[in-house]
């Protein structure tokens, strides 16, 4: 059993007590960690402390709002004749928990939902409801839990390291403790310098949200009342600290060295100021302390730790202990992959769909061709009305057994993922042709293989001299692809504003097709060559960045490889005026430049589907 495995399992149990003491207050946890030994360790342990009379139940990860929040039961409605309303399964859960398996796998709009409950306590269905969501993360990579549930989630463990030996022989708080803990919780209290602590450390960890303070300091008076204590001290708030901000840090923190003496610059001169510093006989004199602190018997300062550290230090440092190491590189890779895998299987963006694709909810319309009537709603919406329509109704409309009005037909809404248009625009310029033309080609050739696998169609633009050529339309011929780029010649000067229009224009014609269009944009950026022909750098790089803020205000999304030996901040500032991807390859090769290229591509394709669905 190795340290760190014990100290994470201690944590594991601490935090299991904690949402036992106070679910409704702190939300819940997520746990991440597979389904094994040791995650059912955990909940078998965190089951031990609850009361029998708290409800536990599992949300499937599909599960439609009138199961979640209540609503209309429409088989018991139409079987009996009237409205007969069903409990949603939150208002089952109150006071007790909801379980949700592989919770990196629930659909935005279920999470949203089950925040919304979590945030005010109400289904909005006339039920009222107070619960914690135990949420069992299994993602790996770029899976995750949704945003939206998991800042409404005070606790976070990892279960990842711990082995089964360690669970065998370490454990937590029990029952009673629990009970005790939850009896006196409202006598905790907690002091302005532990408040500020915490709240210093989340901001050194670059955690923006306001309620992970708010949640560390409930957590650290769940902690001292576990203990049997009234008072909150400093490794309550380092236990906090750890439980609340270390998975969930944005940055590593640069802690301060410890302030040293102000020196006088006469120091440096043995001879100045050796009257200060000695009496006439050569004997140090007696300083009489300015301050109290600087007595040796003087009590210890509220701001200091006892060793030496600060309660900001202590408690950051408690957080930083528990960080996975590699967290921040995974935040890295995150932060231009919000969703990688939403681009596997197919890269275009999720649209909006009126006959094809995966069901996406109703909504209140008449259907019109293509569109589709859902049954189902339809009759939810007007059951509740039939007596009164039975009646008003006269003639031979009084003899039918539903009556369906305009203004409960429902349609179904679809989504689908809309196909994508890669188009690569090649700078074929002389600066360019000279430099890395070759390796250029060599990875669009690469990179046009890797689209027809996933059935993307290509396009491509070379530019040089005084104008942007399409040398092939929008199409899935790997071979025509390949053809246009063999006679591709190089040479003469760079016109990357007319390329750039030359793109928005192909992009926009793309978009208008339904499809998604991504720009792959290989260039040194050296501009030369002004829209209107004109040569002249300083006025060429000025249209160019008009043409690359018209891209931007367009929605087109491009990836910059910079192709020049020497990368230089024309090209950023290039890239930065388009909103593109910038990456400076000055010493790859083509497979080197491809795989870099492909594996930009579908991140920033994810993106598009990521914000697109929103």
Same mark, same amino acid.
């Given at each position: 059993?190795?340290?760190?495995?014990r100290?994470?399992?201690?944590?594991?149990?601490?935090?299991?007590?904690?949402?036992?003491?106070?679910? $409704?207050?702190?939300?819940?946890?997520?746990? !991440?960690?597979?389904?094994?030994?040791?995650?059912?360790?955990?909940?078998?342990?965190?089951?031990?402390?609850?009361?029998?009379?708290?409800?536990?139940?599992?949300v499937?990860?599909?599960?439609?709002?009138? =199961?979640?929040?209540?609503? #209309?039961?429409?088989?018991?409605?139409?079987?009996?004749? !009237?409205?007969?309303?069903?409990?949603?399964?939150?208002?089952?859960?109150?006071?007790?928990?909801?379980?949700?398996?592989?919770?990196?796998?629930?659909?935005p709009?279920t999470?949203?939902?089950i925040?919304?409950?979590?945030?005010?306590?109400?289904?909005?269905?006339?039920?009222?409801?107070?619960?914690?969501?135990?949420?069992?993360?299994?993602?790996?990579?770029?899976?995750?839990?949704?945003?939206? #549930?998991? @800042?409404? %989630?005070?606790?976070?463990?990892?279960?990842?390291?711990?082995?089964?030996?360690?669970?065998?022989?370490?454990?937590?708080p029990?029952?009673?403790?629990?009970?005790?803990?939850?009896?006196?919780?409202? !006598?905790?209290e907690?002091?302005?310098?532990?408040?500020?602590?915490?709240?210093? +450390?989340?901001?050194?960890?670059?955690?923006?949200?306001?309620?992970?303070?708010l949640?560390?300091?409930?957590?650290?008076?769940?902690?001292?009342?576990?203990?049997?204590r009234?008072?909150? *001290?400093?490794? *309550?708030?380092?236990?906090?600290?750890?439980?609340?901000?270390?998975?969930?840090?944005?940055?590593?923190?640069?802690?301060?060295?410890?302030? @040293?003496?102000?020196?006088?610059?006469? &120091?440096?001169?043995?001879?100045?100021?050796? *009257?200060?510093?000695?009496?006439?006989?050569?004997?140090?004199?007696?300083?009489?302390?300015?301050?109290?602190?600087?007595?040796?018997?003087?009590?210890?300062?509220?701001?200091?730790?006892? *060793?030496? !550290?600060?309660?900001?230090?202590?408690?950051?440092? +408690?957080?930083?202990?528990?960080?996975?190491?590699?967290?921040?590189?995974?935040?890295?890779?995150?932060?231009?992959?919000?969703?990688?895998?939403?681009?596997?299987?197919?890269?275009?963006?999720l649209?909006?769909?009126?006959?094809?694709?995966?069901?996406?909810?109703?909504?209140?319309?008449?259907?019109?061709?293509?569109?589709?009537?859902?049954?189902?709603?339809?009759?939810?919406?007007?059951?509740?009305?039939?007596?009164?329509?039975?009646?008003?109704?006269?003639?031979?409309?009084?003899?039918?057994?539903?009556?369906?009005?305009?203004?409960?037909?429902?349609?179904? =809404?679809?989504?689908?993922?809309?196909?994508?248009?890669?188009?690569?625009?090649?700078?074929?310029?002389?600066?360019?042709?000279l430099? =890395?033309? /070759?390796?250029?080609?060599?990875?669009?050739?690469?990179?046009?293989?890797?689209?027809?696998?996933?059935?993307?169609?290509?396009?491509?633009?070379?530019? =040089?001299?005084?104008?942007?050529?399409?040398?092939?339309?929008?199409?899935r011929?790997?071979v025509r692809?390949?053809?246009?780029?063999?006679?591709?010649?190089g040479?003469?000067?760079?016109?990357?504003?007319?390329?750039?229009?030359?793109?928005?224009?192909?992009?926009? /014609?793309?978009?208008?097709r339904?499809?998604?269009?991504?720009?792959?944009?290989?260039?040194?950026?050296?501009?030369?060559v &002004?829209?209107?022909?004109?040569g002249?750098?300083?006025?060429?790089?000025?249209?160019? #960045?008009?043409?690359?803020? +018209?891209?931007?205000?367009?929605?087109?999304?491009? %990836?910059?490889?910079?192709? $020049?030996?020497?990368?230089?901040?024309?090209?950023?500032? %290039?890239?930065? $005026?388009?909103g593109?991807?910038?990456?400076?390859?000055p010493?790859a090769?083509?497979?080197?430049?491809?795989?870099?290229?492909?594996?930009?591509?579908?991140?920033?394709?994810?993106?598009?589907?990521?914000?697109?669905?929103?």
């Amino acid at each position: 059993m190795t340290a760190p495995d014990r100290a994470a399992w201690d944590d594991a149990l601490m935090a299991a007590a904690c949402i036992a003491v106070d679910p $409704s207050g702190l939300g819940g946890i997520r746990v !991440r960690s597979a389904a094994g030994p040791v995650r059912d360790a955990w909940t078998t342990g965190w089951r031990a402390l609850l009361d029998a009379a708290r409800p536990v139940r599992s949300v499937p990860l599909h599960i439609d709002d009138g =199961r979640l929040l209540g609503g #209309l039961d429409l088989a018991a409605s139409l079987r009996t004749g !009237r409205p007969v309303e069903q409990p949603g399964l939150l208002t089952q859960v109150d006071g007790g928990f909801a379980l949700l398996s592989m919770a990196e796998r629930i659909d935005p709009s279920t999470a949203g939902r089950i925040a919304a409950v979590l945030e005010t306590g109400l289904t909005g269905r006339g039920g009222a409801t107070r619960f914690a969501v135990i949420a069992f993360d299994e993602g790996d990579g770029d899976e995750a839990l949704p945003v939206t #549930l998991g @800042e409404r %989630l005070a606790l976070c463990i990892d279960l990842r390291g711990c082995s089964v030996r360690t669970v065998e022989h370490v454990s937590g708080p029990s029952r009673a403790e629990v009970a005790a803990a939850r009896a006196s919780l409202q !006598r905790t209290e907690i002091s302005d310098d532990l408040v500020g602590a915490l709240c210093t +450390a989340a901001v050194s960890l670059g955690i923006d949200s306001m309620r992970m303070p708010l949640f560390a300091i409930r957590v650290a008076r769940v902690i001292a009342a576990l203990d049997g204590r009234v008072d909150v *001290d400093t490794d *309550d708030a380092a236990t906090a600290a750890r439980l609340v901000f270390s998975t969930r840090a944005r940055q590593q923190p640069t802690m301060q060295p410890p302030e @040293e003496a102000p020196s006088d610059s006469r &120091a440096d001169d043995p001879a100045d100021g050796e *009257d200060e510093a000695t009496t006439d006989d050569g004997e140090q004199p007696e300083r009489e302390p300015d301050d109290p602190q600087d007595q040796p018997d003087s009590p210890e300062s509220d701001d200091d730790a006892g *060793d030496g !550290r600060t309660l900001d230090e202590v408690v950051l440092e +408690a957080a930083l202990a528990a960080m996975p190491a590699d967290l921040l590189a995974r935040l890295a890779r995150e932060a231009s992959s919000p969703r990688v895998a939403a681009a596997r299987g197919g890269s275009g963006a999720l649209g909006r769909g009126r006959q094809r694709g995966a069901p996406a909810g109703v909504r209140r319309a008449r259907p019109r061709p293509p569109e589709r009537l859902s049954l189902i709603e339809t009759l939810r919406a007007a059951a509740p009305w039939q007596r009164i329509r039975r009646a008003d109704a006269s003639g031979v409309a009084q003899a039918a057994r539903v009556h369906v009005r305009a203004e409960d037909l429902h349609v179904v =809404r679809f989504k689908q993922r809309q196909s994508t248009t890669t188009i690569f625009v090649v700078d074929a310029s002389g600066s360019s042709a000279l430099h =890395r033309l /070759a390796e250029a080609k060599g990875a669009v050739e690469l990179l046009l293989a890797d689209c027809y696998v996933r059935r993307d169609s290509v396009a491509v633009i070379a530019f =040089r001299g005084r104008d942007a050529q399409l040398l092939l339309p929008p199409t899935r011929s790997l071979v025509r692809a390949r053809r246009s780029l063999a006679g591709l010649p190089g040479g003469g000067g760079t016109p990357l504003a007319t390329a750039l229009d030359a793109t928005r224009a192909l992009a926009m /014609a793309v978009r208008r097709r339904g499809e998604t269009a991504l720009v792959v944009l290989l260039t040194d950026g050296r501009a030369n060559v &002004a829209r209107d022909g004109s040569g002249g750098r300083p006025q060429a790089e000025a249209d160019a #960045l008009v043409s690359a803020r +018209a891209l931007r205000a367009d929605g087109v999304d491009v %990836l910059m490889i910079d192709t $020049s030996p020497r990368p230089y901040a024309a090209a950023e500032l %290039l890239a930065k $005026s388009m909103g593109a991807l910038y990456r400076p390859l000055p010493h790859a090769g083509a497979a080197e430049m491809s795989e870099v290229v492909s594996r930009a591509v579908r991140e920033r394709s994810a993106d598009v589907s990521v914000r697109r669905a929103a």
